[in-house]
């Protein structure tokens, strides 16, 4: 695929000048340590005119300095220096004549002989490392100067740079020096597979389809719950065609600048074009794509970006070979102009997996993980009901992290168990103490559930039961569907209500009925909120029957006050839902007492053993039994 050549710095070049600049920085100082050195501008004279003019009583020299081989020579009377070379003679000073006449004096001796004979002293020689502080006392402040000004300079040129890519796109391109992604590489989802399996045929043999007058598809909307896989089916698209793949997430348009949003839309599909044939993948979309009736004031950033969106879409050419995917979890709040066709020709569901998809997505994440030959993937796919991809990779993960924390050379059946609950319900919490009452109370709070939902007919199996806190719960009673079901019947929920309302009703029978405790919190607002739904979005009230009343959702604000019904039927409504919560309750307190003696057994068994598993509660719950004063529907 034809690649956009960027221009690198030859860095070379930049060390060659750096060199030549410092080499230039150091003889300059070099030069100005020589100009500025004492007795630079010295006159010389011969050492014979030195010794006779020091020797004199009436001499003009207050001052002779050895350094070295040379002779620094101080006149009386002002500052002005002259020297004289020695190199050319040879033997001592003394030898030379130059005598020190004040040698050994000392008090008024001394200075009456300064007076008329200069002082002779000797220092050492200045060496490299003299000239070497001459110079960097020169030259650092110099370099501080000038690198100060280098990286006001680079400061600049950056915030040009940025300024001047202010409108591109942020998009990541994957191309074919990528790891692929195929569709081998993607477990279930067989259906949205198959959708997009065309898509890939389009890009690779797009002629084959324009024979028949077929149009290759503008866009995919890949639309399904938080995890279901989506971002992996579109680089799974890119994987199979072998095309370039530019990646970007719908929040990375938004910019608090008009304008910029709609700059950026048209460089990623300007790229996109060059590297035709290409996928461009826009993540989260409903970041940028929202209905634009909803927030209105026309003219702000994010509509202008979905404007420029709209356009790029709708003006594709017909051999562009362009496919936009789009991924959201929220169809409901896109434009209905980004869903017509011409635009997102296609809607792809990616869905939750079934159970045999969750087997495969299992095999898949520990296919690479050491598991003992016991370990049932099949039963852990049956219990995960629900799950998404997402999910099952955070349990295989878990799975890992717990064997290893045990000490385990292969996962064990105990850590996808224990993997499973931490990820559904959280871990358990076996620093938290409770006192002997607690546990009671708790033990019969699961004990409740557990009866009501295995009596009532139309409940789900009771998988487990402890009074282990895990999570936010106290204790925790587990019911699993022998099979994946895509409905529920009003008999169903209404079960699900009934075994809700157990454990507090459990309490009442036990502990009295003013002894209630907040341990039923989380049950009473699941029943709150299931017979808000039966009653409102399924139509399963008695007096409204076929009847549903959908909030004031407007697709990207839910209006509280905007009820498409009236104050008369918001009673109404309340009073069905109290209808729900009064029958749950009922149903329950007739199964806990007829099956009183069961309740206290298994109470008194959770509190020995803390956890029971599903054959661990057969023999107990054998015994109970379902009322006739209960009514079943």
């Known amino acids: 695929m034809p690649q956009t050549a960027q221009k690198k710095p030859n860095k070379s070049n930049n060390m060659l000048r750096w060199v030549i600049f410092t080499l230039l920085l150091l003889c300059f100082c070099a030069m100005m340590t020589s100009l500025l050195a004492p007795g630079s501008a010295i006159e010389e004279v011969p050492l014979s005119d030195v010794i006779a003019r020091a020797n004199d009583e009436n001499g003009d020299i207050a001052k002779i300095t050895v350094e070295g081989s040379n002779l620094k020579i101080t006149l009386k009377g002002d500052d002005y220096y002259t020297q004289t070379s020695r190199k050319d003679t040879s033997g001592t000073l003394y030898e030379q004549g130059l005598i020190n006449h004040c040698e050994g004096l000392a008090g008024d001796e001394l200075t009456t002989c300064q007076e008329k004979y200069p ?268 799950s998404s991809g997402a999910d099952l990779a955070n349990i295989a993960n878990e799975a890992a992290i717990t064997a290893a924390r045990e000490g385990h050379k292969e996962i064990t059946n105990d850590d996808l168990t224990e993997a499973f609950e931490r990820v559904a319900i959280g871990p358990e919490r076996k620093s938290k103490v409770m006192n002997d009452h607690e546990r009671k109370l708790t033990a019969y709070h699961e004990a409740g559930h557990a009866i009501v939902g295995h009596v009532l007919p139309d409940s789900d199996p009771v998988h487990k039961v402890t009074i282990i806190p895990r999570g936010r719960t106290g204790g925790v009673t587990w019911f699993l569907p022998p099979e994946d079901r895509s409905y529920k019947s009003i008999y169903e929920l209404k079960d699900i209500l009934a075994r809700a309302m157990g454990g507090r009703i459990a309490e009442k029978l036990i502990f009295g009925e003013d002894a209630v405790t907040t341990g039923a919190a989380s049950d009473l607002q699941h029943v709150a909120e299931l017979s808000k739904e039966m009653i409102v979005e399924e139509g399963m009230g008695k007096q409204t029957r076929n009847l549903v009343f959908p909030e004031g959702n407007t697709g990207y604000y839910t209006i509280a006050t905007a009820k498409p019904y009236s104050e008369k039927t918001a009673e109404l409504i309340d009073q069905e839902i109290k209808v729900l919560s009064d029958e749950a309750a009922a149903r329950a307190e007739a199964v806990l007492k007829a099956n009183k003696p069961v309740l206290d057994k298994l109470a008194e068994a959770l509190l020995k053993h803390e956890t029971l598993e599903e054959k661990e509660l057969e023999p107990i719950l054998k015994d109970s039994k379902l009322p006739a004063t209960v009514k079943l529907h």
């Not at 990528?178 to 279930?188: E, I, P, Y």
């Not at 149009?215 to 890949?222: C, D, E, T, W, Y």
């Open 119 to 386: 002082t002779l002293e000797y220092v050492e020689a200045s060496n490299f490392w003299d000239y070497a502080l001459d110079i960097a006392i020169i030259a650092i402040p110099i370099i501080i100067v000038i690198l100060f000004f280098n990286s006001m300079m680079r400061q600049a040129q950056s915030m040009n740079n940025q300024s001047m890519g202010f409108g591109k796109a942020k998009a990541k391109l994957y191309g074919p020096d990528k790891k692929k992604v195929l569709f081998s590489d993607v477990a279930g989802n067989e259906s949205a597979k198959q959708d997009l399996a065309e898509v890939v045929d389009f890009l690779k043999e797009p002629k084959k389809y324009e024979k028949l007058g077929a149009k290759i598809p503008r866009g995919v909307l890949l639309a399904g719950e938080p995890g279901t896989g989506k971002t992996l089916m579109a680089r799974a698209v890119a994987g199979e065609a072998s095309v370039p793949f530019f990646s970007i997430s719908g929040s990375e348009f938004a910019e608090m600048f008009v304008g910029v949003g709609a700059s950026r839309v048209r460089d990623l599909f300007a790229k996109a074009k060059k590297n035709a044939p290409s996928i461009i993948f826009i993540d989260e979309i409903d970041a940028v794509a929202h209905k634009r009736d909803a927030r209105g004031g026309a003219g702000r950033e994010d509509e202008q970006t979905l404007n420029q969106i709209l356009v790029e879409m709708d003006g594709f050419d017909n051999d562009s070979g362009v496919i936009v995917i789009a991924a959201t979890n929220r169809v409901d709040m896109l434009d209905k102009a980004l869903l017509r066709p011409g635009r997102f020709d296609r809607h792809v569901n990616v869905t939750l997996p079934e159970r045999k998809d969750r087997l495969e997505i299992l095999n898949v994440h520990f296919k690479n993980k050491p598991t003992e030959k016991s370990v049932n993937l099949d039963a852990l796919a049956a219990k995960t009901a629900g």
